[in-house]
């Protein structure tokens, strides 16, 4: 029960957002979005994002890049 709820929840969240410490975000669509860490660097479907300027990343309602939904 608790599983389906918290799926529920993250339904809503069409976008995860990374920001690097210079404040500059980046969004990615949460459809099929697969990530992963790898020799110092995120890999977030076709981008390579280096660890060490990641600031923090969030789950989204839209693309805070674009601001489209």
Do not use: C, P, R, W
């Not at 389906?4 to 969004?27: N, W």
Request: charged share 15%; glycine share 8%.
């Amino acid at each position: 029960m608790i599983a389906s709820s918290l799926s529920e929840m993250a339904k809503k969240y069409s976008y995860l957002t990374i920001e690097m410490i210079d404040g500059k975000k980046t969004s990615f669509s949460t459809a099929s979005l697969t990530f992963y860490i790898q020799n110092g660097k995120l890999m977030a479907g076709t981008m390579e994002l280096t660890i060490a300027v990641l600031g923090k990343m969030h789950f989204s309602t839209h693309d805070e890049t674009t601001g489209s939904s």
